[in-house]
Structures are given as C-alpha cells and as structure tokens.
C-alpha cells in the first residue's frame, strides 16, 4: 500500500522524535514490582505469581534508598512510581509506601486486579496521594471471571472502577486482554464502560510467555487481529470512550487510527522497572535476561545512564521476519516483551499493509 505525502512527513518527523528522546532518556516511568503475592491465579499470568510467593516483598527502605539518585536529578512530580506486582494491595503497607513517595517527590500509581479495592482502601489510597489506577477488565462476567480463575472477580474490578471513575482528581485507565473467548463482546463490554462513567480504555493481545503458553484459546490469528484494530478505530471515530490500541506493535496501515501517536516502545527510554529481587530492567514484562543490574549492587541512576543500550540501539531486533522488512526504521523490531532473547526473532508481528 502506497502512503500518502502527508503521512510519510509525519512518520518521518516521528521518527527524529523518537531518535532525540532516545538519545536524552529521561527515565519518568518507573515500575516497582514490589510483591510477587497475588489472590488470584490467572490464566494469561506472565509473572506465574501466586499466593505465598517464593520471594518476600521489597522492604520499602530498600526501594527508597535505591530511588534517591533520581530524586536528586530530577524535578518534583517529574517521575512516576507504579506500583504492580502479584497485587499490590496485598502489601498492608501499601498506603505508607504512597505516602513516602510522595514526601520523597514522586507521582505514584498502582496496578491492581481490583479484588481488594473497596471504598475504605480508596479513600485511604487517595490521602496517601494515590495518583493513577490501571484495573483489568477482560470481558463479560462469565469471560472475566473464566481468565481470572475466579467467580467474584468481574464484580469486584467492576466495583473499583466505580469508585476510581467517580474521583475526577485520578488518572485511570481500564485494560482488557484481548483474547479468542472476548473479542466478540468488545461491542458489549463498550456499553458496560460507558455506562459505568468510566472513559478511559486500552487494548492489549496476550504474549505466548508463562501460562499463557498452556492455552491455545489465549492467542489471536491474524484475522481476529484485525478485527480488533478495526473495533478500536471505529470506536475511537465514534469518540464516545478514550480507546487505544497498547503500545506492544507497530501495526502498519492502522498505526493512525489505533493511538495517539505512533507506536514507540519506551523500554529502556523512558521506562525502567525495579523487579521483586532488585533486578534493574525496564517494563516488566521484558524477558529476564534483559536484566542491566541490582539495586542491591549498583546505583540506580548509573545503571540507568551507562547501561540499556540493548534496548536504545535496537539494531541487533533486525533478525528473522524483520531482516528484510521495509517497515523496519519504523517499528525498529516491534516491542521488546515480544523477544524471547537477544538474537532470536519477534514472537509475533502485526503488521498489515
């Protein structure tokens, strides 16, 4: 397919964009898997995270003291804190957690599967300065609960979306794994959020890692692919919801239509994670071996400015189907969860031209 004059002009100057943000990396979004505990045993779960996890929670003394390097750089409320896990509000100190990073200077946010946000922990996460929610919505009731592995699941992450909608102060947003079972009720679960008052929504497929390897059901084809990105871009002209495709693949002619801007996996850019065991990488549902070093043996921000190069020059990502690609200055290899290795080629791409 031929792209237009306009749309090449703009790709292009994405393109310097996305070369000069590389070149700064300013870290603002960092993840801190502070717990390995989760209440539920899901079926697509990357982590394989479970209820008495192998590995005790990160003390929050350890993180603090590994995050006071950015502290010292950067401005007040300039970085973002997520809090994911396991779940993290099974942390009972979860709240004094927020409210250190706050006096500390960070935005903070969690990422939580809703089963334990009820009003009392809302409002005490909110005077702790809670900042930003992402909740799992992952189809209808029978759909959700059947990927969750559990019968009250759907309702209670409904019931927390409520509560989060309801405060104008947070920024939230609703994901949803796209998967064989749910895809014929995005239409549907459409409706629900709308009418719930919730605006915000985002669109993920399920990588082949960890359990979700045991379930062909998890996995799109390519058709059903498509059908998905022709929902979000029907959806996003009808404008009456916040919807976007996630940030995992560049997806050839759809890459105007899916988002707010073109696809840019900032892993390593803007985005660095400290895992359950001090492991410094970037988004956590990156391949371990991507691991750059422990903040129980190096200095965050050292780490942070000399290091990550495999994933600021991305050249080594051209192997496989992207060897000869046409599109590759534009996608540079897709996502980096969807490489098992250095080396080895992309898990899968979604590209249509």
Request: net charge positive.
């Amino acid at each position: 397919m031929k792209i237009p004059k306009n749309k090449r002009l703009k790709r292009f100057l994405f393109r310097i964009f996305r070369k000069n943000e590389t070149a700064i990396h300013e870290l603002n979004y960092l993840f801190w898997e502070c717990s390995w505990r989760c209440n539920l045993s899901c079926r697509h779960c990357g982590s394989d995270c479970k209820a008495e996890a192998c590995v005790p929670d990160m003390p929050l003394p350890d993180f603090l003291k590994a995050i006071e390097p950015l502290e010292k750089r950067y401005k007040r409320g300039t970085t973002l804190i997520a809090i994911t896990g396991g779940e993290p509000l099974l942390r009972p100190d979860l709240t004094d957690c927020g409210r250190a990073l706050r006096e500390h200077g960070f935005r903070w946010g969690i990422v939580t599967n809703g089963m334990l946000y009820d009003e009392k922990r809302h409002q005490e996460l909110m005077a702790a300065g809670l900042g930003s929610v992402t909740v799992s919505l992952d189809g209808l009731e029978a759909t959700h609960n059947w990927l969750r592995n559990h019968p009250q699941s759907f309702q209670r992450a409904l019931n927390a979306l409520r509560l989060i909608a309801s405060a104008p102060e947070l920024n939230y947003d609703v994901v949803t794994c796209v998967h064989q079972r749910n895809l014929s009720e995005l239409p549907q679960l459409k409706e629900l959020l709308i009418a719930n008052g919730i605006r915000h929504w985002r669109l993920f497929t399920i990588a082949p890692i960890g359990r979700a390897t045991e379930n062909a059901e998890l996995q799109l084809n390519r058709q059903q692919v498509e059908e998905m990105f022709q929902f979000v871009a029907v959806t996003r002209r009808e404008g009456t919801i916040d919807l976007k495709f996630s940030c995992e693949a560049y997806t050839g002619k759809y890459e105007e239509s899916l988002r707010d801007s073109y696809f840019f996996c900032r892993a390593g850019i803007n985005i660095s994670s400290v895992l359950i065991n001090g492991d410094i990488s970037a988004c956590p549902n990156i391949n371990r071996s991507f691991v750059q070093g422990n903040i129980y043996n190096d200095n965050l921000l050292d780490v942070w400015d000399n290091r990550f190069d495999i994933m600021r020059n991305r050249e080594w990502m051209r192997c496989g189907p992207c060897l000869k690609c046409s599109d590759y200055k534009q996608c540079l290899g897709a996502a980096m969860h969807l490489r098992p290795h250095k080396g080895q080629p992309i898990l899968r791409c979604y590209k249509f031209t």
